[in-house]
């Protein structure tokens, strides 16, 4: 009996109901470990087959891509699209673009949605249900709606084709509050409290107890933020002049050819586009659980 | 407008509720705080969103075709939009697309959280590879996606295929089959994001709960349905509302996939925006749909989030 | 753009201000705007020949194409130091999107390329300006254009175009697949009824599931190059009149051709239903279907696939035989001043030059846009094949100069013809009905 409470303290509480299996419970115990692991490996592969089938086929040749039987694995191996890819389009270039494009959409977003969040989840004045309300609504806007409204506005105060154009709109964005503004509400009260009691400002309590609290949700609307900016086609397309200022996403649309799309091409930039975002998804990965870990919420 | 400001006054109640009575003669400093916070992103949205939601609207009563100088048309637009059968087929394709792919994704992302929540071989790459879908582009995968469900020479054909299942005209150019292949594919690339949610919302239950309710002698079931489920509320009402806009906004994968075909099967409300404003150039008319849109959005995510408000546990 | 709706444009901005101040939370932003507006003056209407211009050249030659074209506007640059000729390239979904948004802002190219189909709808709307000029001026050698080429950008009896390109679509046969079927690989069909004939032959089901395994022929339905519409010319049907005002898809000839091709593909399995352009292009490029009507742009991919395929002008019907011509045209906005417009006339006739075209045909096997450049051609065999005279003379452009082009071919052309393949009705019935779509969208 000493084994099960050991294995207690280690497995979630799911696993703990099969404890009433009667004396075979070791062996079940471990098989359904075993049937556990293969069925979460099965799940991981069928979700990633369409990410497994465009990181081969950036690999193969271009008359390989389309070829009958299909295969998963290329038949032939080559390095060419990758190569091309830089010269074709200015991919390094683009890159940076969407670098500062996406990150500084990401930051400024984080900082002004955590202060309204704050605001609403944290501080009692009239109006915040109006203003909730209002968030919502934005929250549930199209973009097509007001694509054209927009851009005409930014013309009109000579911001298209620039890089503050493509960026200002973007600084926060109704979501981020909502999504944000839930997390708060479901922080504990009590360190907040306390440090009110010391006479702190609101704004030390923001920046100084909910903000680190909250790291796992802002690195989680950190990532989401990252990810629509990074992968964003229209909207840096149309506010751009050209393709050498847009992002990577424009250039790569380059290669989807009125009659003929260069497959091969597509996905090795693609592929390539796709490593700082997972980059950014692992990084954050430990940190999202080392952050719930950290956040006192026993 | 008018049911717009009927539904604003909900949830001031809750909060005039909430308002605790002997701090009242700090509330006006408070407020000014609170204005200091919203201050920046307020500006931003009413700027660069309020303020073209507001044009869109005015547009919506015009005949602006993005060329020439619009001209008042009244409600000519939504008088015409409740007569178009168009309309009413993309509103129906939303509506399907929406009550099936919302609830499927949340309930999908709950089940895969719970199950990634357990300690077992491998449960890294397992969370990674559910989430990956969700960071990467949709309108590049969706060209894997048609590539794989390619009913001739595609990859997942061609192994059903070979164990004996034959895959006839192919599911995205089948007028019963495009609309769920659609669905599937925004099913696959959210249910990651909402699964993190979860996850983090199961993280931080405290493990003691569950102890108790276990000596209880509450089974497995049991303590999922009355003390895991209830105090994940705020992830559900978070995920839903998400998801609930994310469906009837649904574009990317149908724009690439199948083009809102065939014969208009997979038409949803933004597709029909994007072709009455961008391809017939009737801008006027597309933002009177999304007004349209947008006024039946807001008024399901006010039942949604005004449900799921009552339902929401603090602790 | 338009300096005649200066007062309506002025009238709008009034009321947007309105608008702003009416907007609770708006008061930053109509602070941001005040005195923003009337930016951008149009110039004079007199060509100043000496001035310095650039040219914003928007097209959509993405993908293999893109290098080609890019050529040429060097070449272009080079040869003179007036005028620079900056080319913009952008997938066509985008730069259609991009022409409003950018005309929306009034603010925008120079030169627009778009596919001739969709010009006359963006000119109907006033966005370009006709161009009529460019054909009078000798110096041009306008004379040596095809004719399917110029006539494809005219709009309500006036040109708004010049071509950038002409593309044919000509029939390809993969040659082992007819070998295998025991047909004569230098006999390809050339009417229906001998294809009709082929079917049964080029069809096949190996295992008997039902579903085939090779198909007689590739026939895109929807998202493609039309495949369908030349076989309603060549049965003496279109989709609309020569004159452009009535609906011919429920004439005899029409109908004829739709039930014909209709029973081929739905019931003896002749192309797969369902398939986009890029589906059809994978189809024939694996092998399994023996046929494929479309442009020169496929011979690179299907000549890298190792296909052993033959080239010749599609089948004829009952009483004709007309391929397609699909057509790119430049276009001059309407905001253009008369420096620009002349400066874009000098990239024009330098694009449609000998040398210009002689380059543009080499890198992107496309035909030239004049035949007399054919035998200056050597380092690519299909500019010649598809730009043989034969061919150019006997293609069309599908509805040329009708606004509402696209809307018949996307909205009820296509989802007719996918209705009568999943078999949702009579060729009879279907075609009848969208006929009256197609009326009512002339009459409009």
Request: hydrophobic share 50%; proline share 6%; glycine share 8%.
């Amino acid at each position: 009996m000493t084994t099960t409470v050991e294995s207690t303290a280690v497995d979630r509480p799911a696993a703990s109901a099969r404890r009433r299996t009667g004396p075979s419970y070791l062996n079940t115990h471990a098989a359904w470990k075993w049937l556990t692991a293969i069925a979460g490996i099965v799940i991981a592969l069928a979700m990633l087959l369409p990410i497994i089938w465009m990181a081969f086929t950036a690999f193969k040749p271009e008359s390989d891509i389309v070829a009958f039987p299909p295969t998963l694995w290329p038949r032939e191996l080559t390095f060419e699209h990758f190569v091309d890819v830089w010269s074709r389009i200015p991919f390094a270039r683009l890159y940076l673009n969407t670098i500062i494009f996406a990150g500084s959409v990401t930051l400024i977003s984080l900082l002004f949605d955590s202060m309204a969040a704050y605001a609403l989840a944290r501080l009692e004045f009239s109006g915040r249900g109006v203003v909730l309300v209002l968030i919502l609504v934005l929250l549930m806007l199209p973009f097509q709606v007001t694509l054209i409204p927009l851009y005409d506005m930014l013309n009109s105060i000579g911001l298209t084709n620039t890089l503050p154009g493509m960026i200002i709109p973007r600084m926060t964005n109704a979501f981020g509050i909502f999504f944000l503004r839930q997390f708060f509400l479901s922080l504990p009260k009590d360190l907040e409290e306390a440090a009110r009691m010391d006479g702190a400002s609101e704004w030390r309590i923001y920046w100084g107890v909910i903000m680190p609290l909250a790291k796992p949700a802002l690195l989680t609307l950190g990532l989401f933020h990252f990810q629509y900016n990074w992968n964003d086609l229209l909207w840096p397309l149309i506010m751009s002049a050209d393709v050498e200022s847009a992002t990577l996403p424009a250039g790569l649309a380059l290669f989807m050819g009125q009659h003929v799309v260069e497959y091969g091409l597509l996905m090795a930039g693609s592929l390539l586009a796709l490593l700082p975002v997972i980059a950014f998804f692992l990084l954050i990965q430990r940190s999202f659980v080392a952050g719930i870990a950290t956040t006192g919420l026993k | 407008m008018t049911t717009l400001q009927t539904a604003q006054t909900a949830p001031p109640q809750a909060a005039a509720a909430r308002t605790d009575a002997p701090r009242r003669h700090r509330s006006h400093r408070k407020a000014i705080t609170a204005w200091l916070f919203l201050t920046p992103a307020l500006l931003v949205l009413a700027a660069f969103t309020l303020y073209p939601m507001v044009q869109a609207a005015y547009l919506s009563l015009t005949n602006y075709n993005l060329i020439r100088a619009a001209e008042w048309v009244g409600l000519d637009n939504y008088v015409e939009l409740f007569g178009d059968p168009a309309f009413w087929n993309a509103f129906w394709n939303t509506v399907y697309y929406a009550a099936v792919v919302t609830p499927v994704t949340i309930g999908l992302a709950l089940v895969l959280a719970v199950f990634l929540d357990r300690q077992f071989a491998g449960r890294a790459f397992v969370r990674t590879a559910i989430f990956l879908p969700f960071i990467v582009s949709l309108g590049i995968i969706a060209i894997a996606w048609a590539f794989l469900l390619d009913p001739n020479i595609g990859l997942l054909s061609y192994w059903l295929s070979q164990v004996g299942i034959v895959s006839g005209q192919g599911v995205l150019s089948d007028p019963q089959w495009a609309m769920p292949a659609v669905m599937f594919v925004g099913v696959w690339k959210n249910v990651g994001f909402y699964m993190v949610i979860y996850l983090a919302g199961l993280q931080s239950i405290p493990e003691d709960l569950h102890e108790a309710a276990r000596l209880d002698g509450a089974n497995a079931w049991q303590r999922f349905r009355n003390v895991t489920l209830p105090l994940l509320s705020n992830q559900t009402l978070l995920v839903s509302v998400m998801a609930l806009i994310a469906s009837l906004q649904a574009f990317d994968q149908i724009y690439v996939m199948t083009h809102g075909g065939p014969f208009f099967r997979t038409e949803t409300l933004v597709m029909l925006i994007y072709r009455e404003g961008f391809q017939e150039l009737r801008f006027g008319y597309g933002a009177a749909i999304s007004w349209v849109l947008l006024i039946f959005v807001f008024l399901l995510s006010m039942i949604q989030y005004g449900y799921s408000q009552r339902r929401q546990v603090r602790y | 753009m338009h300096t005649h709706h200066s007062s309506d444009r002025r009238r709008t901005q009034r009321l947007r201000s309105v608008l702003i101040a009416g907007g609770a939370m708006a008061a930053a932003a109509s602070l941001l705007l005040t005195g923003c507006t009337g930016a951008g003056a149009s110039g004079g209407s007199t060509n100043d020949p000496d001035a310095k211009v650039t040219l914003e050249f928007w097209n959509g030659f993405t993908g293999p194409d893109g290098p080609a074209l890019e050529q040429v506007v060097d070449d272009f640059n080079a040869s003179q130091d007036r005028i620079t000729v900056k080319a913009n390239i952008m997938p066509w979904d985008t730069l259609y999107q991009k022409v409003l948004t950018a005309a929306a802002g009034k603010n925008g190219p120079d030169i627009v390329a778009m596919s001739a189909s969709r010009l006359p709808q963006y000119a109907a709307e006033g966005l370009f300006q006709p161009i009529d000029d460019y054909y009078e001026n000798p110096d041009f050698e306008s004379d040596a254009l095809a004719d399917a080429a110029v006539s494809a950008s005219m709009f309500d009896g006036e040109n708004y175009g010049v071509p950038v390109n002409l593309a044919t679509m000509l029939m390809y046969y993969n040659m082992d697949l007819f070998t295998a079927a025991g047909l004569d690989p230098e006999a390809p069909p050339t009417t229906w009824d001998e294809f009709a004939a082929m079917v049964p032959k080029l069809t096949v089901d190996e295992n008997g599931d039902g579903k085939p395994e090779q198909y007689a022929i590739a026939l895109a339905d929807h998202e493609t190059v039309p495949m369908y519409p030349p076989l309603l010319w060549n049965a003496g049907g279109g989709i609309v009149s020569e004159d452009g005002t009535t609906s011919e898809l429920d004439s005899e000839g029409s109908l004829e051709a739709l039930n014909f091709w209709v029973d081929l593909v739905k019931n003896k399995q002749a192309s797969p239903i369902g398939l986009a352009g890029a589906d059809a292009d994978k189809l024939f490029q694996t092998g399994k279907a023996a046929i494929e009507i479309v442009g020169p742009w496929m011979t690179t991919g299907f000549n890298d696939a190792g296909l052993n395929f033959g080239l010749a002008p599609a089948f004829a019907g009952p009483s004709d035989q007309i391929t397609l011509a699909d057509v790119v045209s430049m276009a001059v906005p309407t905001s253009a001043d008369e420096t620009t417009k002349q400066a874009a006339y000098e990239f024009f006739a330098y694009w449609n030059s000998k040398e210009g075209q002689t380059t543009w045909a080499e890198g992107s096997g496309f035909p030239p846009t004049r035949a007399d450049v054919s035998s200056d051609i050597t380092g690519n065999p299909y500019p010649a094949v598809f730009g043989a005279p034969d061919v150019v003379d006997n293609s069309r452009v599908l509805l040329p100069g009708i606004a509402a082009g696209g809307t018949i071919m996307e909205t009820i052309f296509n989802p007719a013809l996918q209705k009568a393949l999943n078999g949702k009705g009579t060729v009879d019935d279907i075609f009848t009905e969208a006929s009256k779509q197609v009326q009512a969208e002339l009459d409009k």
